[in-house]
């Protein structure tokens, strides 16, 4: 048995589109820390389309990643697209079809955490499905004014559960939830 | 010099109310009714944009709301307020005044007064327009655990981004958390 555990980099207006653009002034020791440890307790990622390229496109190459970059290019990775042809990085497995029971097996059989990462439209769906059993908001002290948001007007009205705060030397604060 | 402050309580979507203006989602216990009782205490001057002015009278003008919540109700309806707005004000609320002459002259002369602070509660539009002429010193965002799916943004069409610095947070056993920012120079 696993658990779906949604990471998402979100300013305080609730966008989380192109954290390059507005998270690196945040960065602080004991945020990266943070990134390491959730990245080395899961034993694979979950992605949508859009962040599961945008990653494969960066991660095989990027230089200085360490022992960070290798976990990311060695963990099993789920794709959900149903367009996708190819899921070229190493260790990708695309899921095109029934795809709330095809997560819901990954769930029995998998043993570690299986992480989802950005992908607001599949976060967004798997919510809707009571699918994800925790949630790490990682709130950056700024406002962006436009982008793509986390939450859009097709989710419905939901409460959790506040498991954690945790707040690091750069400002940003960890918001942990759980599904009530 | 008395500091403005800006205090919200909002979703995990960023909503500060609903579409039609509703907070029944407010999660608010007597923990809450604790800090902003405390939080009242500091506060010499009260600041809304017509809107939530509007609405704010209405609330807590209502005898079942003064019976029901007296100590959050006695400082809310006797504290001095101010309110921006292009048109006179057609509510009236003890102790209100419309804000005359220009906006940014107008709040430093009161932030240039004497007496304790001054609170910004609801008003996303001025909020829009104090933040854009750098007039707010803190931020204190109440983030409620809860998705509305659709509502009014606390922070609304902002021309320039807006950098925070993280100053305190307080995690409240109802699960809401109170992170207080000032901005970053």
Redesign the interface.
């Known amino acids: 048995m696993a658990n779906i555990i949604a990471t998402e980099y979100i300013t305080l207006d609730g966008v989380m589109e192109a954290p390059n653009k507005w998270s690196f002034d945040f960065w602080s020791e004991d945020s990266a820390a943070f990134k390491y440890q959730e990245l080395f307790a899961s034993g694979s990622l979950l992605l949508g389309r859009e962040t599961y390229t945008g990653f494969a496109a960066a991660w095989p190459t990027m230089e200085g990643t360490g022992d960070f970059g290798e976990r990311m290019n060695s963990l099993p990775k789920y794709v959900v697209s149903t367009t996708l042809e190819k899921a070229e990085w190493n260790n990708s497995h695309i899921i095109k079809e029934n795809v709330l029971e095809e997560l819901k097996k990954l769930k029995e059989t998998e043993k570690e955490d299986i992480l989802l990462c950005g992908s607001a439209q599949l976060f967004r769906s798997l919510m809707e499905a009571n699918l994800i059993d925790e949630y790490r908001l990682m709130l950056h002290p700024v406002v962006v004014g436009t982008g793509k948001r986390l939450f859009t007007e097709d989710v419905s009205r939901k409460s959790f559960s506040l498991i954690k705060t945790q707040t690091f030397s750069g400002g940003i604060v960890v918001l942990t939830y759980q599904p009530k | 010099m008395r500091k403005l402050f800006m205090f919200n309580l909002i979703t995990?979507?960023?909503y500060f109310a609903e579409p039609d203006g509703g907070l029944d989602?407010h999660n608010v216990d007597a923990e809450f009714g604790d800090f902003a009782e405390e939080q009242l205490s500091e506060i010499g001057t009260l600041l809304f944009g017509r809107k939530t002015y509007e609405m704010m009278a209405e609330f807590w003008s209502s005898e079942e709301v003064k019976a029901d919540d007296e100590r959050t109700a006695t400082p809310m309806n006797a504290l001095p307020k101010v309110v921006v707005s292009h048109k006179p004000l057609s509510v009236n609320w003890e102790n209100s005044q419309r804000l005359e002459g220009d906006l940014v002259t107008g709040i430093q002369a009161l932030k240039a007064e004497d007496g304790k602070d001054i609170a910004l509660f609801g008003s996303a539009n001025l909020a829009t327009s104090l933040i854009e002429a750098k007039l707010i010193d803190e931020f204190r965002?109440l983030?409620n655990?809860?998705?509305?799916?659709?509502g009014q943004?606390?922070?609304q069409?902002?021309?320039?981004?807006?950098?925070?610095?993280?100053i305190a947070?307080r995690?409240f056993k109802s699960?809401?958390?109170l992170?207080t920012?000032k901005p970053?120079n």
């Open positions: 995990l979507d960023g989602w965002i983030v655990p809860i998705v509305l799916g659709a943004p606390l922070f069409n902002l021309q320039q981004p807006l950098h925070l610095e993280l947070s995690t699960g809401n958390v992170l920012y970053k």
